[in-house]
């Protein structure tokens, strides 16, 4: 939790749930708030990142970069075949230097997300921890915005 307050002496605590699924997110936002985003309970590997920004490709009318971090799944022998393809369709892979995330506008709304949007009764279990996140996933961008300028 972000802030709390308690009596002296009151233990506080949030049952978490144990043995469930986990959620993965890959997300593409501007800074003008426009949001892509895929999620699923599997592991995001090469092959899953290579889906979404390949149907991304598709979908711009101008040049586009994204900003990647320096996982391996970002710079994957597959990853590297595709920007190619990728450059000749208007869209361009720029790569942050390693230990930058603060450079990387993403990290910002999952911090957002973690801190301001999801709530701790969202953590009960993992259906409505999913059902939690999509929705605030689908209100980016509408009803939930990010001030980059700050």
Not at 21 to 48: P, V, W
Not at 71 to 87: D, E, F, G, P, R
Not at 109 to 123: I, N
Request: hydrophobic fraction near 40%.
């Amino acid at each position: 939790m972000p802030y709390r307050w308690q009596f002296r002496g009151e233990n506080v605590c949030i049952e978490a749930a144990t043995g469930g699924k986990k959620l993965n997110c890959f997300g593409i936002i501007t800074r003008a708030n426009a949001f892509s985003y895929q999620i699923t309970t599997e592991m995001i590997d090469t092959h899953f990142i290579l889906e979404h920004l390949d149907r991304f490709s598709y979908q711009i009318t101008k040049h586009t970069v994204i900003v990647l971090d320096n996982a391996k799944v970002h710079q994957s022998k597959a990853m590297l075949a595709m920007q190619q393809i990728w450059s000749k369709r208007g869209l361009f892979i720029f790569y942050l230097p390693p230990y930058s995330p603060h450079l990387n506008i993403i990290e910002r709304l999952w911090k957002e997300l973690k801190a301001r949007w999801l709530q701790p009764k969202d953590y009960i279990n993992d259906q409505q921890l999913f059902y939690a996140s999509k929705l605030v996933l689908n209100a980016i961008g509408k009803d939930l915005c990010i001030n980059f300028t700050k």
